[in-house]
């Protein structure tokens, strides 16, 4: 029995396999196999997305390419704002209702007051005001200049200023005293028709240059020898009149500016 055994069993040949050992292969294959179709589909994953991206620019470069190039927006004009001085007609003359502040901003309000073209100085004259080619007497003048609503006007006050000026005609020198004489004529004619609790000062603006100022002319007024006056409105503690009423006479289509005047001399007088 023990030789039939030995002659059943050949001692260089391999163990028979088991069922477990049999199945590893099969499953390495697999898991490799796994592997390689997860690494495809990324491969492809990323390829879609390379593609989806080129696609895209292309496209983003067609609407680039097809878009009308970019018009010009017209501009369209804004209307220029009215610089006009306020002006109101009281008798026979014209209030402008102006506003200036001086350096420090100090604020002051002021009626420019000029007499309608009906009455003008006489030519070289610093006394004499004609009236529809009429002279008219030097005792009646201030009551035919400062008309009662103007005088009424003057009652509320705070400062009252007498205004003399020049044709640009003749020397500077000369015309210039013609203009300081004309307001203090002026000064005369407020002084006798309101309260002496008033400060009155004289404003001598020289030599009025017609030309350079041309554009600025009201339809209404005279510039080439008017009567002038004005009064203060309002103005804040402290302020310098000289340049708020400097100030304030700019900037106007009706009105004359500093520019246009040789001097601007404020003196109080009262």
Request: negative net charge; hydrophobic residues 45%.
């Amino acid at each position: 029995m023990t030789d039939i055994l030995a002659k059943n069993v050949n001692p260089g040949s391999a163990q028979p396999l088991l069922a477990g050992d049999r199945e590893k292969p099969r499953e390495e294959k697999k898991r490799r196999a796994g592997i390689w179709l997860w690494i495809l589909a990324v491969l492809l994953f990323l390829a879609a997305l390379v593609e989806g991206a080129i696609l895209y620019a292309e496209r983003a470069a067609k609407k680039v390419e097809a878009a009308p190039a970019p018009q010009p927006v017209a501009v369209v004009p804004q209307p220029v704002a009215d610089k006009s001085a306020p002006k109101e007609r009281v008798e026979n003359a014209y209030f402008f209702r102006i506003d200036g502040k001086d350096a420090e901003g100090r604020s002051a309000s002021f009626d420019y007051i000029i007499v309608t073209s009906d009455f003008t100085w006489v030519k070289g004259s610093t006394v004499e005001v004609v009236s529809n080619d009429v002279v008219i007497p030097e005792e009646e003048t201030a009551d035919r200049i400062i008309t009662p609503k103007v005088r009424e006007s003057f009652a509320s006050a705070l400062d009252l200023i007498a205004v003399g000026l020049a044709s640009r005609e003749g020397d500077r020198e000369a015309e210039e005293a013609r203009a300081l004489a004309r307001a203090q004529t002026v000064a005369g004619w407020i002084s006798k028709v309101t309260d002496a609790s008033i400060p009155l000062w004289t404003l001598n603006l020289g030599q009025y240059d017609k030309e350079a100022c041309k554009a600025k002319e009201d339809a209404d007024s005279s510039y080439e020898r008017p009567v002038l006056l004005a009064s203060v409105r309002a103005r804040a503690e402290g302020v310098n009149l000289t340049e708020a009423f400097s100030d304030a006479l700019s900037g106007h289509d009706n009105l004359p500016s500093r520019d246009c005047y040789s001097q601007f001399d404020l003196v109080k007088i009262r």
